[in-house]
């Protein structure tokens, strides 16, 4: 039965490498090896791809020693990882044999029997010869005579069946090369002499060549030089038709081999590409009848989709209107607080002082222009909540104005005030109008609490922007201690404060030091402040 496709066309690969080394076509036999290997790996047949890297490398090992030594260590790495014993026994004897080529003996012993020990325990009784006989050749180039006659022995007693007469023949010129190396040529020649008259000798052109060529230095060694002749000639007539014969015999014997792979390829192509017509005529058609589903069921959820979207815009636009409203009506109630705190309670004192003044009071001319400058500070705070209304934002420098106009309106009193502005430079600018006039309310009230009630003879107003938050703060160098009319206006500050999403602090010391930090927000328009101030308690 042919091979499967992919199968058999790497089996032909390995077969036609062989053909192209023999003929000499050295590159060519490797691209077929690596072609072979990638069918192998692609297939995951890891014994076949362990032993076509062995080969590959084995091949090589004329050519390109160092090479080859790469090539079969890839094939020993495969196996090794899984633990292919089979491959692992023939791998390690080929092995041994490129490292004795490289002259580390120590390393071919190791080599020749660790693949001992996996035949001897896989029973592999064709495998253990070879293994031994490996052995045998090292303990030859040592000179230890004796103990490699003990492995050639073990080695006969797994030949001695008839039908390995291959084995038998190859332990004979073995025998030959045992001998030779003892010095005693008479043995070694009779050895090879038999080894030549075997059966199947013939047939082996490469062992035969060997043969003849140790034949005629056993001769030689001898002192019988004609006979050494003799085996000389012989061995070079052996050599000459070694590639006409026995090389062109098994070059079209693998050729044969590649042609009919390639035919079972050629068959195996053409049922597969009658399968593969039908399966995708199937597949066409489940896949359009899949696509008419899909398709209709992205209509109808888009169709869905854009309802609901439709549904979720008229949503938010009401939302957003009513958003819109309900900021509208929380900055016209802030605003009337506004007016209500503070311009409308200073109105109410100032019209309640005429009419005393009215009824019969000492209009003094101190007392009237105590009410005249009440008066144009009333004024004045109208003026900032009406630039508060038409303004949304306004940077540092609008505060620092505010509170050099603190700083005028102070004048007449006797301390000195200083106003101070730092910023660092990563500190943002966007301050909002309900923020600033807040923050300048608070600096007003503390300010004029410290002229009324501190003693002291200095007023320091500071403000500090940070890239995380804003910091105002008033210190007078007074008694150190709030009056008790404070009271009401550090309630008052405290609610400023915390409407606009900040902290105030009272210290207590050298003096009075009232401090308000505000950390800095990415959303400081108006509607953000309103709303805190509608989520702050209302001043009475």
């Known amino acids: 039965a042919a091979l499967g496709y992919r199968e058999g066309e790497a089996a032909a690969l390995d077969n036609l490498a062989v053909a192209l080394y023999l003929r000499g076509r050295y590159e060519a036999s490797v691209e077929a090896h690596l072609r072979a290997t990638r069918i192998y790996e692609e297939l995951e047949m890891l014994p076949e791809l ?276 309900q900021g509208v009506a929380d900055a016209k109630l802030g605003i009337a607080r506004e007016l209500h705190d503070n311009i409308g309670a200073q109105l109410t004192f100032l019209i309640s002082s005429v009419d005393n003044l009215a009824a019969g009071g000492h209009a003094t001319p101190e007392r009237l222009t105590e009410l005249g400058s009440f008066g144009r500070g009333t004024l004045n705070e109208l003026r900032q909540t009406v630039w508060a209304m038409k303004h949304e934002e306004e940077g540092l420098e609008a505060l620092e104005l505010r509170l050099q106009e603190i700083k005028r309106q102070a004048a007449g009193a006797r301390q000195a005030v200083e106003v101070t502005v730092t910023r660092e430079a990563d500190a943002p600018d966007a301050l909002s109008s309900v923020r600033l006039l807040n923050l300048v309310r608070i600096a007003q009230e503390a300010v004029q609490n410290a002229l009324k009630h501190s003693g002291g003879t200095r007023v320091d107003v500071t403000l500090h922007a940070a890239a995380a938050a804003l910091t105002l703060s008033v210190a007078d160098d007074g008694e150190g201690a709030p009056a008790a009319g404070q009271g009401s206006g550090l309630q008052h500050m405290r609610e400023r404060a915390a409407e606009i999403g900040g902290e105030l602090r009272v210290e207590v010391g050298d003096g009075c030091v009232v401090t308000v930090s505000l950390p800095w927000e990415s959303d400081s328009s108006l509607e953000s402040d309103i709303r805190r101030m509608d989520a702050a308690p209302p001043r009475a």
């Open 50 to 325: 362990a032993m076509s890297y062995g080969s590959l490398g084995y091949q090589m090992k004329r050519r390109d020693l160092p090479r080859a030594v790469d090539t079969m260590r890839r094939g020993l790495a495969i196996a090794e990882r899984h633990r292919l014993q089979e491959p692992l026994g023939a791998l390690y004897d080929n092995y041994g044999v490129l490292m004795e080529m490289k002259g580390e003996q120590d390393s071919a012993a190791w080599y020749f029997r660790r693949s001992l020990a996996i035949k001897e325990a896989r029973r592999d009784s064709v495998g253990i010869p070879f293994s031994l006989n490996n052995l045998v050749g090292l303990h030859l180039q040592a000179g230890a005579i004796d103990s490699a006659a003990v492995l050639l022995r073990r080695s006969d007693a797994y030949r001695r069946r008839p039908s390995d007469a291959y084995g038998r023949l190859v332990n004979t010129v073995v025998w030959g090369d045992l001998h030779l190396r003892a010095g005693r040529p008479d043995s070694a020649a009779a050895r090879y002499t038999a080894a030549l008259a075997m059966p199947g000798a013939v047939e082996q052109g490469y062992l035969t060549s060997y043969c003849l060529e140790h034949l005629a230095q056993a001769q030689a060694d001898r002192g019988d030089f004609e006979a050494a002749f003799h085996a000389q000639q012989r061995f070079a007539a052996q050599r000459d038709s070694l590639v006409d014969t026995e090389t062109n015999a098994r070059i079209s014997d693998l050729e044969l081999g590649y042609e009919s792979e390639r035919k079972d390829r050629e068959l195996a192509e053409s049922r597969l590409a009658v399968a593969a017509r039908s399966r995708q005529v199937l597949l066409l058609g489940g896949a359009l009848l899949a696509l008419a589903l899909v398709g209709a069921g992205i209509l109808r959820d888009q169709f869905v989709k854009r309802r609901q979207l439709r549904r979720e815009l008229a949503l938010q636009e009401r939302v957003r209107r009513a958003e819109v409203e």
